[in-house]
């Protein structure tokens, strides 16, 4: 697509239930990043995909994220037994892959608000 | 990835060049300069990057000084709309590598 697309735009959840997010990022990009943005605060990095490379997962706050992605397209943010500090916006990022500048030019999805009762 | 300062928040007048600056001391020689900016409510935005030569786009210009220690975002007419969280990130190209974003510049444009 002409864009990365985050689905859903809004989720609403009670604590305890499983949440995911969906990302399509621009085709042909191998790149794709999760974020988090806490209200007023900073992006905060989760987990970072790279061709069939093993994703970084470095940024993952607990055992309760989790996140895949099918091939170079789809990716699925899964929250499980959501807490109320997840409440957030969830950013996705893809980028091109390779050895230019290019790589660290990442488009951003307009992110899924999560909001946890 | 060399570290980055920036100032937390500045203030132009609209109609006026808004110049944002960025600290990168340690940045090594085959680290480029990338400027993001985020509008309030939106997702992050490229705006332009360079490695050692100044660079110009539809949105902005990039000064790097010559020993490539700080570099400087121009925004050459400052609109209402330009008010976002400017971030200025140094990094390696390729790789396999996060790119993470710090606090960055809160810059306000009023009338």
């Known amino acids: 697509g002409a864009g990365v697309s985050q689905s859903p735009s809004n989720k609403v959840t009670e604590k305890g239930k499983d949440v995911e997010l969906r990302c399509d990022p621009i085709s042909g990009h191998t790149a794709l990043y999760w974020y988090r943005q806490r209200l007023g605060q900073g992006l905060e990095f989760l987990i970072y995909f790279q061709g069939n490379s093993a994703p970084d997962k470095s940024g993952l706050p607990s055992d309760r994220f989790s996140a895949e992605r099918t091939g170079e397209s789809v990716s699925t943010l899964t929250i499980q037994r959501t807490q109320q500090e997840d409440s957030a916006v969830y950013l996705c990022?893809?980028?091109?892959?390779?050895?230019?500048?290019?790589?660290?030019?990442?488009?951003f999805g307009a992110g899924s608000r999560l909001t946890v009762l | 990835d060399a570290k980055t300062t920036q100032p937390p928040s500045m203030d132009c007048a609209e109609g006026r060049a808004a110049n944002l600056p960025c600290n990168h001391s340690t940045i090594s020689g085959n680290e480029y300069v990338y400027w993001y900016r985020q509008i309030h409510s939106q997702g992050p935005q490229y705006i332009i990057h360079g490695l050692k030569n100044n660079e110009t786009n539809e949105m902005a210009s990039l000064i790097i000084t010559e020993d490539r220690k700080s570099s400087t975002l121009i925004l050459p007419h400052a609109t209402l709309r330009d008010t976002a969280v400017y971030y200025c990130?140094?990094?390696?190209?390729?790789?396999?590598?996060?790119?993470?974003f710090g606090a960055g510049t809160r810059l306000a444009v009023h009338p």
């Open positions: 990022a893809s980028s091109q892959s390779g050895g230019g500048p290019g790589a660290n030019v990442l488009t």
């Open positions: 990130i140094v990094r390696v190209t390729g790789g396999y590598n996060k790119l993470i």
